[in-house]
């Protein structure tokens, strides 16, 4: 999946950037007071961005 489609998904259920690590970005869901990582990549493995919305506590995205 691509990176802007995560992040787009992931504001959508109320997540807030936080700020920008070496080679990642760290994102806070205040509704469930969690915080994940973004790697900085175009392409993101589908694995890995199912990952980060379990992180952060937001519905799963479906796509491959």
Known sequence: MKQNDLIKHIRKHGCVFIREGSSHSVWY???TGRT???PRHSEINTY???KICNDLGVVIINKK
């Open 29 to 31: 869901n205040p509704l």
């Open 36 to 38: 994940s990582t973004i």
């Open 48 to 50: 890995t961005g199912k």
